[in-house]
């Protein structure tokens, strides 16, 4: 059974959730024999492999560290005999798809890289003893799964990426994984949905699992006060006076769950908060909001996309530090203790699904903008892909739907979009995702330029038009930089005249920046250009109203399959990758800390 339930596993009188990372055993899989050897009983000669993490950066060789095709970890766990009724493993996520085994049997398989995988073990796991836990793992890349790209074969055999993407394909078990236990007829999912009365908010909810007993609810407040009640699978409570989520100002209510007589409890850190657009403003319990912030990517020094709680703890830092109060999930969705912190944090996120590499090039960024038509959807694998995007759109909704902090769903990121294939398809994507979340919130994708205003076919499916644009980096760079923005405004100019009643938020803009590099005047690739190119762009975004966001490329330097473009990786950061202020830092600090929340929010 997969993805039975998306909870996020917790320990209580009636559940556990015990923590299975430390050093599992690995090994590659090239000739994918692994299976007929019996290496779903045990891995012949394993090594050690730390979970979670990428395993690319901990070798030293080019064969291991670029490996592409099967892999496998195995790792034994002890199930006490008191352990809950039902009894799971749960990945946060296996890149790209995986098989799980336990003891030997098949218990789950799942496709794509960055949501939960749920075994349910409760037949194949042996109480009172060691049990084997076995993961068959892949990490190519087809045009038919999400993120898409494809292999090249060396002379040699060795299979190597060859992304339509600009990031590198870490692979591994990069998330933590739990066993669990919960009673045979557990509480599987919740939802919530939240209105504002006056000083009042309505929180409705709706419970699903607890079998056929009574369902009871509360909300308790940051003292412990439980502030609300209800009985029922579904119902209102009404908080009197009631403490709002508020931007990078959060406050949490406890929302507890409970089945029966103490049969089951689920509790989890909820935001009373609305989320709404009107005209061109995004409103957050009905205020306007100024989207102020980062693309991102799960990418640092020896772990690649493993989650670290330190890594995201100082990224949150840097980004407050900043004045930021936003970031988009480029171009996957985040594990989920990212969207935990956010709703500590009071960051707003839009959630995007892996569908990244929509345009036949191996180079994305090179493709956008010359004009060329990268043809895309209208080939035979399309049906696949559409069938494997939606699925990953219905995951990642129910994973992420209860964070205050998801305020949009970003369904793409770049495709092609100019055909009546790309409409065709896009149009099927946003149909499905539009069935999906109970608090309807916006949805979106970001745009790359060849999706012009008079060229895009797609960008009427969005509440809220995200554009990527680099003019005066890969279009009239350097000393052409005067030219770049005569060339941004005339196709700002272009949107304004179509009068969309929707607000624009830019997900993308930046220049590759060398941390060690100054030249006056600058050049490209110095902190000057950046601080320079920042400034026009800024320039441009104040002169449109319906411009309602900035989100910089990129947080941090990342690390990037190799080319001539890339220096060890993307260098777009306004940090380094381990995380130290480049100029731009400061540029950025100085405007959002002066920029109201509100910004150019008033009707
Ligand atoms: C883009 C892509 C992003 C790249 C970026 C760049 O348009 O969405 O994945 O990393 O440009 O730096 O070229």
């Not at 590198?168 to 939802?191: C, H, K, M, W």
């Not at 995004?282 to 989207?291: D, S």
């Not at 989650?307 to 171009?331: I, L, P, Q, Y």
């Not at 092609?416 to 896009?426: G, I």
Request: with cysteine; charged share 25%.
């Amino acid at each position: 059974m997969v993805n039975a339930s998306t909870l996020y596993p917790r320990s209580n009188a009636a559940r556990r959730a015990d923590i299975l990372d430390g050093l599992w055993r690995f090994a590659f899989d090239p000739k994918s024999e692994g299976e007929a050897a019996g290496w779903t009983k045990a891995l012949p000669a394993p090594i050690s492999m730390p979970v979670p993490a990428s395993f690319s950066d901990f070798f030293t060789t080019h064969k291991e560290r670029d490996y592409v095709g099967d892999f496998w970890y195995e790792t034994d766990f002890f199930l006490p005999e008191n352990y809950p009724e039902k009894v799971f493993v749960r990945f946060g996520s296996v890149t790209h798809r995986a098989v799980i085994y336990c003891n030997g049997v098949e218990v789950a398989r799942h496709e794509g890289g960055f949501l939960p995988i749920l075994a349910d073990v409760t037949a194949a796991a042996r109480r009172g003893q060691e049990n084997r836990l076995t993961v068959r793992a892949n990490n190519e890349l087809s045009e038919s799964t999400l993120p898409c790209g494809t292999q090249k074969v060396l002379a040699d055999g060795r299979k190597i990426s060859k992304p339509y993407f600009d990031f590198y394909n870490y692979s591994g078990i990069q998330r933590s994984v739990f066993l669990v236990g919960t009673p045979a007829e557990a509480i599987t999912d919740y939802s919530l949905t939240y209105e504002l009365e006056g000083a009042d908010a309505l929180v409705h909810y709706s419970v699903e699992g607890g079998g056929e007993r009574s369902i009871r609810v509360s909300l308790v407040d940051a003292e412990g006060c439980t502030v609300a009640r209800g009985e029922g699978r579904t119902g209102t409570l009404r908080v009197e006076n009631a403490h709002l989520w508020q931007v990078r100002n959060a406050y949490l209510y406890r929302f507890v769950i409970e089945a029966g007589e103490g049969y089951d409890r689920y509790e989890e850190k909820v935001g009373i908060r609305t989320v709404r657009i009107d005209g061109h403003r995004i409103l957050i319990n009905e205020k306007p909001v100024y989207l102020k912030g980062y693309g991102k990517h799960e990418d640092s020094d020896i772990l690649g996309r493993g989650f670290s709680w330190a890594v995201a703890k100082r990224d949150f830092e840097c980004m407050k530090w900043t004045g930021a109060n936003c970031f988009r999930t480029s171009h996957y969705p985040y594990a989920e203790e990212w969207y935990q912190m956010a709703d500590e944090e009071g960051f707003l996120i839009i959630d995007e699904v892996p569908a990244v590499g929509m345009m036949r090039s191996t180079h994305n960024f090179a493709a956008a903008g010359t004009g060329q038509y990268t043809y895309f959807f209208e080939t035979p694998t399309v049906p696949e892909l559409l069938k494997n995007h939606k699925q990953q759109v219905s995951e990642m909704i129910a994973r992420d739907k209860n964070h205050a902090s998801v305020i949009a769903w970003s369904l793409f990121n770049e495709p092609e979009t100019t055909s009546e294939y790309a409409r065709n398809y896009f149009s099927e994507v946003f149909a499905h995702a539009r069935t999906l979340d109970p608090q309807n919130r916006p949805m979106t994708g970001a745009f790359e330029k060849n999706s012009a205003p008079d060229k895009c076919r797609c960008y009427d499916l969005c509440d809220m038009i995200c554009l990527n644009r680099y003019y005066g980096w890969y279009i009239s760079g350097g000393p052409e930089i005067e030219e770049a923005e005569e060339k941004f405004r005339a196709e700002m100019d272009k949107w304004a005249e179509k009068k969309l009643n929707v607000p624009f938020v830019f997900t993308e803009f930046g220049t590759d920046t060398l941390a060690s590099e100054h030249k006056l005047p600058s050049v490209m690739w110095s902190q000057e250009y950046q601080d320079e190119y920042l400034e026009r762009n800024f320039g441009v975004f104040d002169s449109y109203d319906f411009v309602q966001g900035e989100l910089v490329w990129n947080f941090a330097d990342f690390q990037t399959t190799e080319g001539i473009m890339r220096v060890n990786g993307n260098k777009k950061g306004v940090f380094t990758r381990q995380r130290q202020p480049k100029d731009a830092a400061f540029v950025f600090k100085r405007r959002w800390e002066s920029l109201p929340e509100d910004y150019k929010g008033q009707e």
